[in-house]
């Protein structure tokens, strides 16, 4: 059984899924995919394990961790809810309790949002969520409502949050109500509040947060001067040859930005699971499935090979490359962002000196307009709605979904194969 240090503890590296790691009697290390490492007592009420969360490493010692441990490890041992104890004041020359001394018994937000993350949503949530989670809550409670009790939170202070965080960001505005929603809906199931603020309708008081439908889509001449302008532009030929593609074939810029030649076999491009939006969901209510893409030879052309590079990896980039310790990198893909960064600013040099031109001088686009262009145009042409649905790999209905296992392989190919031409035909002039 391991003892805890921090030699110890910065030794533990986050895995796929979340482990952990015991000093003896409860207390535990947890290390969760995102990275975050955090001690817990776990004891057992009512035949069950529980986990009270004592702090996040490193901001919190591994002694003052420990001193934590020990009070609610005591108070446990004597008949009293650990809970309840670990919140009040640490009397340092009497750590046991005396069974006649009052607990408290406030439950705060910040207790309640280590409690959710820790304890349920990083446990049923993919690690990315889990970590935009624990950001956007820690980021914009922690200021003001970390220390308040839990249950003395009304709407109007719900309201109120919402409406400042709007003024500045009002996407940042409605993660702030999906995330701190489902914790007071946590928050309720565990009778730790008995009303949850934000289940009030934020979009009559705040109409900044309302969220615009974009519709963005780029013209024949748009696409005849960007196809030009990206490959004429700066930039590596990664990053521009994926901005492309996205067009090409109108998939996801995260599904091509990681696309791996292991997953393509003839002229198929299988893209798992795992990588798709809307199949990667926890409870989803049927068995995930991969989607197939049809590689017209304009795809080809954009997929081609690297000079000197024969790996997985279809857009490589080395990640950690240190240029001064002369430190090798580990080739991963291309992010997404990588390409929305390319396309919104331009480095052009303006009389000896370089400016930020942005959107390649169109009015504002991003890698997904390319998605939803393909999307307009391959209808435009003729091609049936339904398979360019099946094209994108759009959601089916619950029931469709569940019983139409038809993969409209051979009118995906059609589909494509005739919007490859006419994008031909467009780039061509």
């Known amino acids: 059984m391991p003892t805890f240090n921090d030699f110890y503890l910065k030794g533990q590296k986050p895995k796929a899924k979340r482990y952990q790691r015991s000093d003896g009697k409860g207390f535990i290390l947890r290390v969760t995919p995102t990275g975050t490492k955090s001690f817990h007592f776990r004891y057992e009420k009512e035949g069950k ?35 309840k104890f670990l919140f009040a004041p640490i009397a340092a020359h009497n750590p046991t309790p005396s069974a006649e001394e009052p607990l408290p018994t406030e439950f705060t937000v910040g207790m309640l949002a280590e409690e959710f993350l820790t304890e349920w949503f990083e446990a049923s949530h993919t690690a990315r969520t889990s970590y935009i989670a624990r950001v956007t809550i820690k980021k914009h409670l922690k200021a003001s409502w970390w220390d308040k009790p839990a249950a003395s939170l009304k709407s109007k202070d719900a309201y109120k949050l919402i409406d400042k965080i709007s003024l500045k960001a009002p996407g940042a505005a409605n993660n702030v109500i999906k995330y701190c929603r489902a914790m007071y809906n946590y928050g309720v199931r565990m009778e730790h509040v008995e ?68 997953e393509i076999d003839g002229d198929w491009w299988t893209i798992p699971a795992e990588r798709i939006k809307t199949e990667k969901k926890i409870g989803l209510p049927r068995k995930p499935r991969p989607h197939m893409v049809y590689l017209t030879s304009m795809a080809w052309d954009l997929i081609g090979k690297v000079p000197g590079w024969s790996g ?63 999307d307009t145009m391959m209808n435009s042409i003729g091609i049936d709605h339904r398979h360019v649905e099946m094209v994108l790999n759009h959601t089916l209905s619950k029931v469709e979904g569940t019983y139409n296992l038809y993969q409209y392989n051979m009118e995906k190919q059609v589909a494509l194969q005739k919007w490859s031409e006419k994008l031909q035909e467009i780039i061509s002039g």
Not at 65 to 77: E, P, T
Request: aromatic letters at 10%; proline letters at 7%; a positive charge.
């Open 49 to 83: 394990d529980c986990y009270l969360h004592l702090g996040d490493y490193p901001f919190i010692s591994i002694a003052d961790a420990r001193k934590k441990y020990n009070l609610v490890y005591d108070a446990f041992k004597h008949g009293q809810d650990p809970r």
């Open 195 to 262: 009303y949850n603020p934000f289940l009030v309708k934020f979009s009559d008081h705040s109409p900044r947060i309302v969220p615009q439908p974009k519709d963005r889509v780029l013209d024949a001449g748009e696409i005849r001067f960007i196809w030009k302008a990206i490959e004429e532009g700066p930039g590596s030929s990664e990053v521009k040859r994926a901005i492309k593609l996205i067009l090409v074939t109108a998939q996801r810029p995260s599904e091509v930005s990681g696309m791996l030649r292991s």
């Open 312 to 374: 997985d990896v279809v857009f490589p980039v080395i990640k950690g490359h240190n240029k001064r310790t002369g430190k090798s990198g580990e080739i991963k893909s291309v992010l997404g962002n990588a390409l929305n960064k390319r396309i919104s600013k331009r480095d052009v040099a303006v009389g000896g000196v370089v400016k930020k031109e942005p959107y390649y001088g169109l009015p504002e686009w991003s890698p997904h307009d390319l998605r939803r262009t393909a």
